[in-house]
């Protein structure tokens, strides 16, 4: 099968490391993206997202010429469709990319074809793929449709994209088993085998389990900071329980996923989804009670002190050593102190630049600053001495042990 050709459209944080790992598994591989700079960009064999082993990959696959990146589609085995999957205004779930990259296949593909959609898409997804692609002309019955989320974790993602065990289900008994032989030439963990519904279904669990727990932690936050405890003292204690594992608590939850996926199960299912639907609102609000506190301090400091205070925002991604900042509550908080008026100093390691932000190094950052706010627990900012500041520590960064630096 190492000699079909596959066409992925989406050349993102999932599609690129995917059109790469195929590529080096001697697939033809077609990466599709709608951004020229990005396009520009891969085909130089340079990569412009940060992911541990990407930039080796890409180079190598660019250069064995299994890997061109283009701007538009081609005749091809094998479609895999990563593009994103937002939501509009009210926590909408938003198909639209889904949809788009869709009709844009339909021309190119032919009997026998596998059309995988890995996007994290609302249950009944990829039954409108094939409703799309039936719309445009496409002989369904003679094609293979099929979802297969993606699982990987930001940081890991090559090496994830392997070992991970995999689900799959089709929108047909075919579609599935043709998208599960594909896989296994890759994928060294199990294959999963389901119907489309169940797989979608599957993804969005996935990402409302840990939202519900990440809740629970933030909750835990909260009162501790009420009752003067010392959160990560108390959660490293009950976990000391065998039967209880409790989550670190941060500044809300972000990324393409958690802060997303529950939303979808919510829309669909409605006054039924009452516990995904509070955890959502707790994680949310979690991010309005740091800013709350943070505005606070700046205040007081400002009266006492006679000057405004600045306060360095220590990380803008979504999480630790990566520079991914899809629904990040760290971008979220500092674009807001911004908005309301406060000098801040935004810290990110893993960007050399950002066109929205002027980015300061940590060492300044903490030099210059009254007030410092850890937001992401960066490798970065694990030892970092701090004297004479109010520092308000949102991701345990501070509290890590020396043993664990």
Same mark, same amino acid.
């Given at each position: 099968?190492?000699?079909?050709?596959? /066409?992925?459209?989406?050349?993102?944080?999932?599609?690129?490391?995917?059109?790469?790992?195929?590529?080096?598994?001697?697939?033809?591989?077609?990466?599709?993206?709608?951004?020229?700079?990005?396009?520009?960009?891969?085909?130089?064999?340079?990569?412009?997202?940060?992911?541990?082993?990407?930039?080796?990959?890409?180079?190598?696959?660019?250069?064995?010429?299994?890997?061109?990146?283009?701007?538009?589609?081609?005749?091809?085995?094998?479609?895999?469709?990563?593009?994103?999957?937002?939501?509009?205004?009210?926590?909408?779930?938003?198909?639209?990319?889904?949809?788009?990259?869709?009709?844009?296949?339909?021309?190119?593909?032919?009997?026998?074809?596998?059309?995988?959609?890995?996007?994290?898409?609302?249950?009944?997804?990829?039954?409108?793929?094939?409703?799309?692609?039936?719309?445009?002309?496409?002989?369904?019955?003679?094609?293979?449709?099929?979802?297969?989320?993606?699982?990987?974790?930001?940081?890991?993602?090559?090496?994830?994209?392997?070992?991970?065990?995999?689900?799959?289900?089709?929108?047909?008994?075919?579609?599935?088993?043709?998208?599960?032989?594909?896989?296994?030439?890759?994928?060294?963990?199990?294959?999963?085998?389901?119907?489309?519904?169940?797989?979608?279904?599957?993804?969005?669990?996935?990402?409302?389990?840990?939202?519900?727990?990440?809740?629970?932690?933030?909750?835990?936050?909260?009162?501790?900071?009420?009752?003067?405890?010392?959160?990560?003292?108390?959660?490293?204690?009950?976990?000391?329980?065998?039967?209880?594992?409790?989550?670190?608590?941060?500044?809300?939850?972000?990324?393409? /996923?958690?802060?997303?996926?529950?939303?979808?199960?919510?829309?669909?299912?409605?006054?039924?989804?009452?516990?995904?639907?509070?955890?959502?609102?707790?994680?949310?609000?979690?991010?309005?009670?740091?800013?709350?506190?943070?505005?606070?301090?700046?205040?007081?400091f400002e009266k006492k002190n006679?000057?405004?205070?600045?306060?360095? /925002?220590?990380?803008?991604?979504?999480?630790?050593?990566?520079?991914?900042?899809?629904?990040?509550?760290?971008?979220?908080?500092?674009?807001?102190?911004?908005?309301?008026?406060?000098?801040?100093?935004?810290?990110?390691?893993?960007?050399?630049?950002?066109?929205?932000?002027?980015?300061?190094?940590?060492?300044?950052?903490?030099?210059?600053?009254?007030?410092?706010?850890?937001?992401?627990?960066?490798?970065?900012?694990?030892?970092?001495?701090?004297?004479?500041?109010?520092?308000?520590?949102? /991701?345990?960064?501070?509290?890590?042990k020396d043993d664990e630096k």
């Amino acid at each position: 099968m190492q000699n079909k050709t596959v /066409c992925v459209m989406g050349l993102g944080y999932i599609g690129l490391p995917t059109a790469a790992l195929l590529a080096n598994r001697k697939y033809h591989v077609h990466g599709v993206d709608v951004v020229q700079s990005t396009v520009d960009t891969i085909n130089e064999g340079k990569i412009h997202i940060v992911e541990p082993d990407l930039d080796t990959f890409v180079r190598s696959a660019v250069n064995s010429g299994n890997l061109i990146a283009d701007t538009q589609p081609k005749e091809s085995d094998i479609f895999i469709i990563a593009v994103p999957t937002p939501f509009h205004e009210g926590y909408v779930p938003n198909i639209d990319y889904v949809v788009s990259a869709t009709e844009s296949i339909a021309s190119y593909v032919k009997e026998g074809n596998i059309v995988i959609l890995e996007s994290t898409s609302p249950v009944g997804t990829t039954d409108k793929v094939a409703e799309v692609l039936a719309e445009q002309g496409v002989d369904i019955s003679k094609v293979h449709v099929a979802h297969c989320p993606e699982r990987v974790l930001p940081g890991q993602i090559m090496r994830e994209l392997v070992e991970n065990d995999r689900i799959v289900g089709g929108i047909n008994e075919e579609s599935t088993k043709e998208t599960v032989a594909f896989y296994k030439t890759f994928v060294s963990g199990n294959i999963l085998e389901t119907d489309a519904k169940t797989a979608e279904m599957a993804k969005l669990t996935e990402n409302s389990y840990r939202d519900v727990n990440i809740a629970f932690a933030n909750e835990l936050s909260i009162l501790s900071d009420k009752f003067s405890i010392n959160v990560w003292e108390l959660i490293s204690l009950a976990n000391r329980h065998p039967r209880v594992n409790i989550l670190q608590p941060g500044a809300g939850v972000g990324g393409h /996923c958690i802060a997303v996926d529950p939303w979808f199960i919510v829309h669909a299912g409605g006054e039924d989804a009452k516990i995904i639907r509070t955890a959502r609102e707790v994680n949310t609000y979690k991010t309005e009670w740091s800013i709350e506190k943070i505005k606070n301090s700046a205040l007081v400091f400002e009266k006492k002190n006679g000057r405004a205070a600045k306060i360095a /925002c220590m990380g803008l991604a979504f999480k630790p050593n990566i520079d991914d900042l899809r629904e990040s509550p760290a971008i979220y908080i500092t674009r807001r102190l911004i908005a309301d008026g406060f000098e801040v100093l935004p810290v990110e390691p893993n960007l050399r630049s950002s066109s929205e932000f002027n980015i300061v190094q940590d060492e300044v950052a903490i030099n210059e600053a009254d007030i410092i706010v850890f937001l992401v627990a960066h490798d970065e900012f694990k030892g970092l001495r701090i004297f004479g500041k109010e520092v308000f520590d949102f /991701c345990g960064v501070t509290n890590i042990k020396d043993d664990e630096k």
